[in-house]
């Protein structure tokens, strides 16, 4: 999926704020905690930084990653709410923010990826104006046997 041009505004965009090395192990924590198939973690090569939402406790509860296997295509990833403050918005939030960022700072477009079946997070890149681009299918692997034609 690709955006080109600034998402609308969402709720909490305000609360959003780039998030540094002091952050890493809260990070870390929340996507294995909180969210099984993500694919960047603080630390990674490909991962350039991070931004994220705190409470008013100070817990982290979202978070998404500005990745690059290209130079100059930004990549989001590892997009995360905390299991119990899904639903409020959040995420909308953090990729919102995360892509106006990135298109401010030069780049012609900000991409991301998601698995077919999760059609919340669908639904969230759709509502923020990202528009499919690409589509790749996936399955396992099995050896042909005499007969599969």
Known sequence: ???????????GEDRVRWLGEP??????TLLRTHS????????QDHARRWCGVRD????????A??????????FLASIATRSAQRGR???GSVTAWITRHLLDEGSPRVTL???SDNDVARRMYLRLGYQVVHRFTSGRLRRATPGDG
């Open 56 to 63: 008013d406790a100070g817990s982290l509860v979202a978070v």
């Open 65 to 74: 990653a500005h990745t690059e296997f290209w130079t100059g295509v930004p």
């Open 1 to 11: 999926m690709a955006r080109h041009d600034h998402p609308p505004a969402q709720p």
């Open 113 to 115: 990826g998601m698995y």
């Open 36 to 43: 099984g198939r993500h694919d960047a973690e603080p630390g």
């Open 89 to 91: 918005g959040l995420g």
């Open 23 to 28: 952050d890493h192990a809260d990070i870390t």
